[in-house]
């Protein structure tokens, strides 16, 4: 089982009792400095592009443009969207995270958060999707890629 997961993270902070003592540890320690691992990094963007994309497809409703043109319009948009939050994700914040002294919990909380909020805020500048709907939609994108990719990376 991972740690770093969304419902994990969620049970830690609602009654961290209810969660194995090894994630409790984890997700209570500080985040370490460690070098970043730029030759993984390709590979876990492509995998959260992937997984972000049936939930945008969902979501997201062709206007007037062809099922072809729509699905590039999708990937276009669900890279750049990717392309503002996850280095900053990856790279930055667990920096911030090492100066200030977070918790693993705080840093995924923080980091995650801001993830939905720039990404809701693109939806609703860059594609005008209602504010309400492009919270929901970046909300479950990233949870999806959040729990199924830290999943997937634990193989």
Known sequence: ????????????????????????????????????????????????????LPVYFFFLKPRAISIPKFFKHVVKHVAALNLCTHPLVDFVFPVIAVKMGFSHAIYLSTAETFAVIVEAFYLNTILRQRPVVSFLVALSANLFSWGIGSALIRL
């Open 1 to 52: 089982m991972s740690c770093y997961n969304p419902i994990t993270l969620l049970q830690y902070g609602m009654n961290s009792d209810s969660i194995e003592f090894t994630c409790r540890y984890v997700l209570s320690q500080k985040v370490l400095e460690t070098p970043p691992n730029f030759l993984d990094y390709p590979l876990y963007l492509l995998l959260t592009v992937l997984l972000e």
